[in-house]
């Protein structure tokens, strides 16, 4: 079998999906439109049914309350906020995607909550209100304290240790998000002819254009 | 259940295969296209990648992002199982360790791995320096064998001349990616040979091969391929065999006991359903093993009877010893190069573009034997964890100005650090000879079943100097291929404390030696054939015959081994018959 024949089997020159035709396309042409990147509710095949009932039963479930939920909300916000490039982390179903991941590794359910109460009580003694009542000004203030290791003051450790892993979750769920792919310009996944670097990168790179 | 029943199949069959992974599928493959009739049982779920593998599907179709809670190697990676599965357990000698890592699903560890296919070369059968037995077989009884295996299944790579890293028949390799050109420089300056992979991916058409697919380059070998356009063993040995009319698959079947007559000649297994757990047996004029190297030795020593008392095929008592991983151990930076690159469709092939074969004269080194290295890096399908630990990096990533960019913190700057930063990361990884010692060994734990009431293994195996000692070059070879080329480290650079970062036996996933050939019956299992010295009927065709593996993963030995078993077979058959 060649390779259009693989394809064809595969059914993807036939059905119009466009992923020949996309794969020449840049990032800028390939924005999504569709937002709403939740995962699948029917069993995929090749997903295990042990697997699928653990995913259902675990979105069935709720872990944050309403208040540490806006509280996220408004964290990843600032930590991956709408920009010139593309949308928010909320924009991109980051709150839900963190929601799912402390069921499914429960190892971060303390350090999660812990780290929220933390943030409240920390607000609350700088600001005189929990951290989502506060202004922007107020918040940034709060944020500046705990998003730069190297110049924290040691009675925020704690502050800096929740929001580091605050951020590398955002930093997962974002990018993982249809948002967040066409944001790094990820074009690949798709079927294609893999024929070596392009030549104008070898040459920007400084490389021979015969290497490789 | 109140009345125990074993249901016994009248079918009497030529042979039963346990196990269909590499070894079990080739197996299976030449005996059934030899008209031979066949049983082969499958502890785990029929899979058939071209339906079952989640080929292709983007990270937001799994809601942990392709994390690795069920499955170790994330969501859409192709194993069924892991190193822990639930109700099958195994122990450890206390002050020991090993990882064992078992995929229960037609084709096993076949459907998910990297496709790395090297041959062992003349010096891994027959070594010059004392250290590990001889093999009973030399590289040139196995190179038809290799070569076939190469015609029959697809290799891609080059031709080299390097004595102990043959050659084989090979399909043009995939070119290298950017960050690959930056490591092959770095490698020259280091004085590290870098050279085209050597995979089982169809870089195009296999003459005489209809039924699979060409790669069309989404780099995902891992999830298993849709084309069958790589090798597993479920695409390409068993899918097809069962085509033949001569090979009949039972899932869901995990086997409890070789069962033998007085004479000590196995008569067929016994096995158990895993879905009703209802017990059954079936009967064959000849039993093979491919259950993996430590569960094909587990079975052997629970398959005791008056005629093998220690477990079948165990008058030696060296069922379980020998055992050997590869060694392995990594690094990981960034090339500041690649910051802000230009953006492709690079994924390329899922198994690897490049890599470096062991290069150096044992003579002038601390340790024997060496370790070939695999690399990583490039603008990947972003996952679970991606960026994790990026933002921390802060002065070590240059600004477009290059001067350090600082923390980034949060906000616009964080969003502009992560853009600038994607596809720069470049890793590497060495795979090393780890030495096959007695004493590093599996055997039956006298205090534990598993949920079927099988006995489960217990493991001992600690690493010595000459493995630690090969971690440590591997490091320093790691830094200075990162240094020529420029690049940042931000993985923990491991020392002495951590044993040079070392993984545990068995992490590596290449254990092997349990059941080693010989042409002494004292001290060794098997014969040169793959045949039990203590059951003329008996063979074993994973990688537990192997006397000592190479640095090369044992895939492609695997393969030519177990076709040269069954040709064995067949010859034998013929022998009776004839």
Redesign the interface.
Known sequence: ???R???K??GLLASGTGLLAA?SC??EKNKATDHS????TEK?????D??HE??LK??AEQFFSAHELSTITCLVD????K?E??GSASEAGVPD?IE??VK??PHYQTPMRGGLKWMDIRSQKKMGQVFINCTTDQQIKL??EI?????SIPEVEQGVSFF?TL??LT???F????I??D????????????????A???Q??G?ATD?? | MTAFQIIESTEHYDAIVVGSGAGGGMAGYILAHAGLKVLMLEAGPFYDPA????Q????????????G???PFG?FD?A?GGWELEGEPYTRASGTEFEWFRARMLGGRTNHWGRISLRMGPDDFQPKDGVTDSWPITYDEVKPFYDRVDRMIGIYGTVEGIHNEPDGIFLKP?????NE??IRKGGQKAGVPVIAGRGSVLTE?LPGV???????????CGRSC??Y?DFSSSSCLVIPAMKTGNLKVIDNAMVREVLTNDEGLAIGVSYVNTKDLQEYSVKAKTVILGASACESARLMLNSKSSAHPNGVGNSSGLVGKYLHDSTGAGLSGFLP?LLD?????????GSVHIYSPWWLDNKKLDFPRGYHIEYGGG??????????????L?DKIPGRDGKPMG?A????A??EQ??RF?GAGVGMAGRGTAIARLDNYCEIDSNKVDKFGIPVLKFHYKWANEEILQAKHMQETFQSIMHEMGAVITSKIHGPETAYGLEAPGKIIHEGGTTRMGNDPKKSVLNKWGQAHDCKNLYVVDAGPFVQQGDKNLTWTILALSMRTAEYILQENKKING
């Open positions: 079998m060649n390779r024949e693989s394809l089997a595969l794969s840049g990032p990147d939740k995962p699948p995929l095949p090749g997903v295990q042990f697997e653990r995913n675990l979105q600032y930590i991956i906020p920009d490039f593309s995607f799912f991941i499914d590794m944020l500046d998003a730069f290791p190297s110049r580091k951020r590398n930093a997962s769920g990018y993982t998000s249809k967040g792919i944001d790094l310009g990820y074009v690949g996944n798709r079927p294609g002819v893999w024929s070596g670097v392009p104008e990168v070898l920007a790179h490389f290497e490789g | 339906i079952d593998a989640l292709l599907r983007w990270s937001w179709e799994s809601p942990r992002r392709g994390a809670t069920t499955r969501d192709a069924y995939p070119k290298p990616r950017l050109l930056y058409a209809k039924d699979r697919g060409t790669c069309f380059y989404c780099g995902q849709k084309v356009g190069q690159r230009k953006r492709y469709n690079e994924d390329g092939v603008m990947r399908m972003p996952s679970y964890g991606i960026f994790g630990g990026t933002a921390e802060g923390e913190g949060y906000g616009k964080l969003k992560y853009r994607y």
